[in-house]
Every structure is written in structure tokens, then in C-alpha cells.
T-cell receptor, first 112, second 118 residues
Framework: DAKTTQPPSMDCAEGRAANLPCNHSTISGNEYVYWYRQIHSQGPQYIIHGLKNNETNEMASLIITEDRKSSTLILPHATLRDTAVYYCIVRGLTSNTGKLIFGQGTTLQVKP | GAVVSQHPSWVICKSGTSVKIECRSL??????MFWYRQFPKQSLMLMATSNEGSKATYEQGVEKDKFLINHASLTLSTLTVTSAHPEDSSFYIC??????????????FGPGTRLTVL
């Protein structure tokens, strides 16, 4: 599975959009981009995933560049409860029995 | 839907004792479950993949005789930390892979179990 690179930390003002970048320059054609987040002392929570088209759900939007080498997770109106560590993970749909390998992630601090 | 529970949520034990942690998928079937360990201020580290009805697959460096995994049914996997020592103190998290219900191929995580070994 391809490796990802994320900034270690970011700040965002409450009510503003939070844009979290992820680089995955070695992604292959059948690998998806997944985003999870982990609020302190809880299990990770699935946010969104995509292959090459932009995706949106009730939590966030995922923008994947045309060459698929990078992506951005967008939280449109960040709240204090969005403060968490956000993990970008690249994974093939059927590779390695589907296991997720977590990197260091981005710690997002939403400030009032 | 797609809820995964863990029991207990926290446990304190004496050095040398064994501790069992349960992971249950409450509203879906999971032929595959995963066990992770997380130390303070670190990311999740995958320990093993648990497959229903077969032996678990352990990641490199994880002692299979120390961390016993049993996946006896489509909704339950257990992790037993045998002869626990203080260095085994950690946050243990399981995830269950949906076999085709709520979200095909997606993984859902439990709330974690905090183990403290005195």
C-alpha cells in the first residue's frame, strides 16, 4: 500500500473551513484514499473515502487531484468537536485483507 | 448502524496476570477483525488480523504467544494479553470489517480498551 505524508499539525478557527492536505505520490491505480479521525482516547472514526472523483458526505468533502498524487479533506464549518487527529490512508480494496496502516496523521486544533 | 463495542473499556491488572479483551460487531457480521495498539502520543500500530474460524495473522514483531487472538464467531474476536507486564500498558483498539452490509469492505472501530499493568 502507498505511503502518505501529512503535516503534523494545523489550526483552524471555529466556523471556518478546515482543509487538511495529504500527499500520496506513489498511489497506484486500484488504491483508494481513506480518511479517518481519532478524537482523544477514542477509537478512530471513518470520515470518507474516494478513488479519483471528488466525494462529499454529511461530514466532509474529499478532493483528489487529477493525477491522484494528493488529496484534501475539507471540513466545511469546523467546530470545537472536530479537534482530533486526522489520518489519510491509502489502501487497495482487496489488498492485504483490507488492513489499514496508520501514519502519524495531522492534529487539527479548532480554536474559538 | 455499524457499531463495534469493546469490553472492558479499561482494566488494571497486576504484573504476571492475563487479561482478555472482547471486540464485538453489534449489528453486522465481520469475517475479519483487526487489533491495534496505541501508546501515548503515538499512532495506531496494527498488531494482528483476526479471521473467523482460522488462525490470526500477526504483524512482524508481535509475539503471537503473548497476544492470543480468538475469532470464534462472525461477531466476536478476543485478544488475551498473557503474563502482562507494565510495558504492555497501552490503549488496545479493535476494528471490524463489514462483510457486505452497511458499507462493503469498510472498517469500523471500537472505542478502545485502556490496559494498565501495575
Amino acid at each position: 500500500d502507498a505511503k502518505t505524508t501529512q503535516p503534523p499539525s494545523m489550526d483552524c478557527a471555529e466556523g471556518r473551513a478546515a482543509n487538511l492536505p495529504c500527499n500520496h505520490s506513489t498511489i497506484s491505480g486500484n488504491e483508494y484514499v481513506y480518511w479517518y479521525r481519532q478524537i482523544h482516547s477514542q477509537g478512530p472514526q471513518y470520515i470518507i473515502h474516494g478513488l479519483k472523483n471528488n466525494e462529499t458526505n454529511e461530514m466532509a468533502s474529499l478532493i483528489i487531484t487529477e493525477d491522484r498524487k494528493s488529496s484534501t479533506l475539507i471540513l466545511p464549518h469546523a467546530t470545537l468537536r472536530d479537534t482530533a487527529v486526522y489520518y489519510c490512508i491509502v489502501r487497495g480494496l482487496t489488498s492485504n485483507t483490507g488492513k489499514l496502516i496508520f501514519g502519524q496523521g495531522t492534529t487539527l486544533q479548532v480554536k474559538p | 448502524g455499524a457499531v463495534v463495542s469493546q469490553h472492558p473499556s479499561w482494566v488494571i491488572c497486576k504484573s504476571g496476570t492475563s487479561v482478555k479483551i472482547e471486540c464485538r460487531s453489534l449489528d453486522f457480521q465481520a469475517t475479519t477483525m483487526f487489533w491495534y495498539r496505541q501508546f501515548p502520543k503515538q499512532s495506531l500500530m496494527l498488531m494482528a488480523t483476526s479471521n473467523e474460524g482460522s488462525k490470526a495473522t500477526y504483524e512482524q514483531g508481535v509475539e503471537k504467544d503473548k497476544f492470543l487472538i480468538n475469532h470464534a464467531s462472525l461477531t466476536l474476536s478476543t485478544l488475551t494479553v498473557t503474563s502482562a507486564h507494565p510495558e504492555d500498558s497501552s490503549f488496545y483498539i479493535c476494528s471490524a470489517r463489514d462483510s457486505g452490509g452497511f458499507g462493503y469492505n469498510e472498517q469500523f472501530f471500537g472505542p478502545g480498551t485502556r490496559l494498565t499493568v501495575l
